[in-house]
């Protein structure tokens, strides 16, 4: 699977949900490091295929993080594939806009037998079907156009997936891409039996202690440079180690950075397990998206991420260097 310079178009709903009528066996993809869009958006998609008695398999390399195991069918999330999976089985890689996101497990699958479901700027349109909405706030949000397209039933299992992905990347409907149509789509999620309270629990208010702990020494760390206009802050395995906390417990704390008052971007560092993953959120000045993209990485215009090596010193460099270059 490998990007063509030039851009495959984009599927129409009615192609995509042809190819859904038309397979018999599924494999859903999810990125590593999974979030509550990936996780949510397969699961979603997933349990109304069942319900048309499709065979499908939910594969992601990472565990589902422990503040998503609510989810239906979350338990049967796996990082391995089947060894009895029919050759046509289509996989449906969901919120990625490269399919090295998904990890090297799904790496030999050939592109005829990819879906390529997303939200991402910039997706390289790796599949055979390339399903890609930009304006819509989550995947889980793209999904929905295809679960009408197939006439699926919204039960409260599906509509609680697909809220999930909602409230996942608007963050809790606090970000920009909380439009009209965004809480036009969780109402009536909600009317079909999706429980926000128990996603605003279970996703957003219920923290570890270790979680708190390690957010203050994260605060501790805070670096303001650019005239307070840039935030930074990094997490290292002494501080997971000394806390107890563990990279799941991260997860949202660059927006506190981002909230900081003046800043405009913010990034978190995350030296853990040999590898520097970086964190940006911007207050939609600075696109953070073409600043990662710079160095490897890529999301979304206000909410990017990327992998850098070298040292932490080295990254903070580089990453002051990419958002520079993008007007910070
Ligand atoms: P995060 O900061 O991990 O919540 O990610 C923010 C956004 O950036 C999400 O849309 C991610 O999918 C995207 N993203 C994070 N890391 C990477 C990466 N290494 N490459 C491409 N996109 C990424
Ligand atoms: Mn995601
Ligand atoms: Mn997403």
Do not use: W
Not at 1 to 6: F, I, P, R, S
Not at 222 to 245: E, K, P, Q
């Amino acid at each position: 699977m490998t990007a063509t310079h030039n851009l495959s178009a984009i599927a129409t709903t009615d192609d995509v949900v042809a190819e859904l009528r038309a397979r018999s066996a599924f494999v859903t993809v999810s990125h590593v490091k999974p979030d509550g869009d990936t996780i949510g958006a397969g699961l979603a998609l997933g349990i109304a295929l069942k319900r048309f008695g499709k065979r499908v398999h939910y594969f992601c390399q990472d565990a589902v993080p422990r503040n998503l195991r609510f989810l239906p069918d979350s338990g049967l999330v796996s990082s391995r594939l089947p060894a009895d999976l029919p050759a046509d089985a289509l996989f449906v890689f969901c919120d990625m806009s490269d399919p090295a996101r998904a990890g090297d497990a799904v790496a030999h699958v050939a592109r005829e037998n990819v879906l390529d479901i997303d939200h991402h700027l910039g997706n390289s349109r790796f599949g055979k079907l390339n399903y890609v909405v930009e304006t819509e706030c989550s995947t889980g949000a793209v999904v929905m156009h295809l679960l009408r397209g197939l006439g699926a039933p919204i039960d409260a299992d599906v509509a609680t997936c697909v809220l999930a992905t909602i409230m996942t990347d608007t963050g809790g409907f606090m970000h920009s891409n909380t439009s009209p149509e965004a809480l036009e789509l969780a109402a009536e999620l909600m009317r079909c039996g999706a429980s926000k309270e128990r996603i605003t629990e279970e996703i957003f208010l219920r923290k570890r202690v270790a979680a708190t702990k390690l957010l203050g020494e994260i605060i501790e760390r805070m670096h303001f440079d650019h005239d307070g206009r840039y935030c930074y802050s990094y997490v290292d395995d002494a501080m997971l180690a000394r806390t107890g906390a563990d990279g799941e417990d991260i997860e949202d704390t660059v927006n506190v950075l981002r909230g900081q008052d003046g800043v405009e971007v913010a990034a978190l560092f995350k030296a853990i397990d040999g590898e520097i993953r970086v964190s940006l959120r911007s207050n939609g000045r600075v696109n953070v998206q073409a600043a990662a993209r710079r160095l490897g990485g890529g999301g979304h215009f206000r909410a990017a991420g990327l992998t850098c090596n070298g040292t932490l010193q080295e990254a903070f460099q580089a990453v002051d260097a990419a958002l520079l270059a993008e007007g910070l």
